[in-house]
């Protein structure tokens, strides 16, 4: 096991902050003294079936924890994921039913194994102590936080000021969190920025059940697709890591250029000098823009599906984009005749949707009347259009979205 100081050096590589390191090193002294390894707490709520890149910087980080000796408690939050984590919402979310999240939740194991290491993940799942709660324990939990320190939130204070509504179910969200360091015994818990409130709790809570307070680290937040806000299920902003190697690349290449530095640092997984390499030679001109992003998604893919499946990607994405060619591989939708008039042909309108390529005849106007459909890769531009079918036809709608489109023979 490295030294105590290289260890602090590792939790604090790319964190955004440590709540204290003071602390740290006290519990890594005594680990080292009871030759026992720490038990850094992480959780998600299954509020959504996929685990996206914004989830991977912590895991990453937890991954270098358990790589010198730790244990990594993941807390799947079934019974929180009911509730709706408020943190950084505008806006009161919307309940969950508990078979969503039991479906939701089915999936996580896998994806967060992607990164973890198996044997050094101790799963559970937090309804084992919140289900069991009386009510005199349910009591107890409330009487340890005021109203007024809830609000010293950044999201709540600016929802109460806006007199957007705030349900008391949303305040019981942070103790509920928080208690889960209590039932785990958790000495350290990871989490993103817009976390620090709830992980404050936490060890707050620890000291007034009687246990050592854990350490809080903090790691920066990644912005989604849109540039802007953070990546986030309920944004729809988020690149999934169970997308398809093709998907996941082209995702990647859509992100703003603005956004390159941050995704090779936190999301690639490069060691500090593979990262200031490839941000040197970008920086100075040496390294093109596009080049960089290329390297940053090859590098992404590679490590949920390996390098030759990510190559294939790059070069996938190549040819539509750089080489203006087509797919390889295109889907082929075959139409019923009875959808058809009597020269064979459909509405162009009526097309897209059929092959869902578009989800609503609106959205299938939408793509045409702003030039991003393409049939035989000829731009149609009039929602008018009529495509025959008497052979068939290669269609474009947007960027990545293509389908070859036949008359379905009797």
């Not at 079936?49 to 000796?69: F, M, N, S, W, Y």
């Not at 999240?101 to 102590?129: C, G, H, M, P």
């Not at 350490?215 to 806000?229: A, F, K, R």
Request: charged letters at 30%; a positive charge; hydrophobic letters at 40%.
């Amino acid at each position: 096991m490295p030294s105590i100081r290289d260890q602090i050096q590792i939790c604090k590589r790319g964190a955004v902050e440590v709540i204290s390191e003071r602390d740290l090193a006290e519990k890594l002294e005594l680990a080292e003294k009871k030759r026992a390894p720490l038990r850094i707490k992480y959780g998600a709520d299954p509020s959504a079936p996929d685990i996206h890149l914004g989830h991977t910087v912590a895991l990453r980080k937890l991954r270098e924890l358990q790589d010198v000796g730790h244990v990594v408690v993941f807390i799947i939050g079934d019974f929180t994921a009911r509730i709706g984590d408020p943190s950084g919402s505008n806006e009161t979310r919307k309940t969950k039913t508990e078979t969503e999240v039991a479906q939701n939740a089915q999936t996580y194991q896998d994806q967060v194994f992607k990164i973890l290491d198996r044997k050094k993940t101790e799963v559970r799942f937090n309804s084992e102590w919140l289900d069991r709660m009386k009510p005199n324990d349910f009591l107890a939990l409330t009487s340890h936080y005021t109203v007024a320190r809830l609000l010293e939130r950044d999201d709540f204070q600016k929802r109460f000021e806006a007199n957007r509504p705030i349900v008391l179910l949303e305040f019981l969200y942070p103790l509920l969190q928080g208690y889960d360091s209590v039932a785990v015994r958790a000495d350290m818990e990871v989490g993103g920025t817009d976390q620090k409130f709830n992980l404050l709790v936490g060890r707050e809570l620890q000291r007034t059940y009687g246990q050592p307070a854990q350490v809080v680290l903090t790691l920066p937040i990644i912005e989604g697709l849109d540039g802007v806000q953070k990546m986030s299920k309920s944004l729809g902003n988020y690149i999934a890591v169970n997308d398809s190697p093709k998907d996941m690349f082209g995702k990647v290449m859509s992100i703003p250029d603005a956004l390159m530095t941050r995704y090779a640092q936190y999301v690639t997984g490069w060691d500090p000098a593979t990262f200031e390499k490839f941000k040197l030679d970008y920086e100075s001109g040496i390294l093109h823009p596009r080049s960089f992003k290329a390297a940053i998604g090859q590098r992404i893919v590679g490590l949920f599906y390996g390098d030759e499946k990510a190559a294939a990607a790059r070069e996938e994405f190549d040819k539509i984009f750089k080489e203006k060619q087509t797919p390889s591989e295109v889907p082929v939708y075959e139409i019923a005749a009875s959808k058809l008039d009597a020269g064979h042909s459909i509405n162009l309108v009526s097309l897209l949707v059929e092959c869902r390529l578009a989800e609503s005849r609106s959205e299938a106007r939408r793509f045409i009347e702003q030039g991003g459909v393409k049939i035989d890769n000829a731009k149609v531009s009039s929602v008018q259009d009529r495509v025959s079918l008497a052979h068939p036809v290669m269609i474009q709608c947007g960027k990545r979205k293509f389908v070859r489109v036949r008359k379905r023979e009797a």
